[in-house]
């Protein structure tokens, strides 16, 4: 079992291969990729040094599974490449999310629409997957109408480069800017580009990408998206309404048998998601839930997760064990 892992010194990358060794991920042959300034240099894994190589010298390795996580660029060019040589490409950008002929895949939600067909695999936006693994179950049993989601995203989100520049303004240092304002002490209502419509295109991926997932057009979603000085996770602010109106009882006993979903919800003791708490850890954890006074079929919740683990590196590889189970690859 050959893997490669295009984009290995980045963040992202970085996690993929602390996920592989945490699961015991069986492969025989790592293949680390990256850009040319990193190729000759290498990485440790399991103890044992792995060279960095090109996306051409990885091409010629013939590789069974390969991880993307190099930007949308990279995954356009070079993903079909790999696939065509019969790879079977997970992708962690945004370049198929989208595609009508790509599957958008979180595995405890759609893994089974995967077939021996699907050689380009998308991996959600962060932010969409641990909104769609609270809602996946509670659209099963309820049948959600409307989702208003407003984010407040970790800068790891970003990359380093927002790591950064968050450490060299606690310094009181100057140096390269991520973002076009200070991120120190405060919030930036402003997540990827701008589009025509005035949202971003992190608030439209959630809305596209969470229909996509849930299978379900009529699912409509309003999202904001924010950007705070967190490292630990993104965290979302979600009214859901639904068709009928539902307990809050029902709806905790739903994520409480969810696989994935770690409900974390007592006002008595102040226990509720934050993201020091999920921090390194693959579960999407739930709480605040409560009934909308002002709308008699809405719920509020909040939810939290590592952006880094399941909201991409934890779920690519999910999405890789689960190829191998059924025999796909």
């Known amino acids: ?19 592989l060794q945490e699961r015991n991920f069986p492969l025989t042959e790592l293949i680390p990729v990256a850009s040319e300034r ?9 103890k044992k040094e792995y060279p960095i190589v090109s996306l051409q010298a990885a091409l010629k390795k013939k590789p069974d599974i ?13 993903a079909p490449r ?7 490409v997970i992708d962690n950008s945004s370049a198929w999310r989208m595609d009508a002929t ?17 050689y380009i695999i998308a991996n959600p936006n962060c932010s969409t997957v641990q909104l769609v693994m609270v809602l996946s179950p509670l659209h099963q049993r309820f049948k959600v109408r409307r989702v208003i989601v407003s984010t407040y995203q970790s800068i790891t989100g970003t990359g380093v480069k927002a790591v950064r520049q968050l450490e060299n303004e606690m310094q ?26 005035d949202y971003t295109k992190e608030e439209m991926k959630l809305t596209q990408e969470t229909k996509k997932i849930l299978h379900d057009e009529n699912v409509l979603v309003s ?25 809050v009882g029902d709806i905790k006993a739903v994520l409480q048998e969810t696989p994935g979903v770690q409900l974390k919800d007592n006002p008595d003791v102040n226990a509720y998601p934050m993201p020091v708490f999920a921090r390194g850890k693959d579960e999407v954890f739930v709480g605040r839930i409560r009934a909308d006074h002002s709308h008699s079929h809405a719920i509020n919740m909040w939810i939290v997760a590592d952006n880094l683990r399941k909201g991409a590196a934890t779920n690519a590889v999910q999405i890789a064990e689960y190829l191998i189970a059924q025999n796909l690859v």
């Open 66 to 78: 390969a991880l993307f996580s190099a930007g949308g660029d990279t995954s356009l060019l070079w």
């Open 172 to 197: 009181s240092k100057k140096g390269e800017m991520a973002y076009p304002y200070p991120i120190h002490q405060n919030a930036i209502p402003h997540c990827d580009v701008f589009l025509e419509n």
């Open 82 to 88: 790999f696939a065509e040589i019969g790879t079977r």
């Open 1 to 19: 079992m050959r893997i490669a892992i295009v984009g290995a010194t980045g963040m992202v990358g970085q996690v993929i291969l602390e996920v």
């Open 38 to 46: 990193s190729v000759g240099k290498s990485i440790v894994f399991k």
């Open 102 to 118: 790509k599957k958008l895949i979180v595995p405890e939600i759609n893994a089974n629409q995967l077939t021996k067909e699907d």
């Open 223 to 247: 999202a904001t998206a924010v950007r705070i000085p967190v490292v630990g996770g993104h965290s979302e602010s979600v009214n859901v309404e639904f068709e009928n109106a539902v307990s």
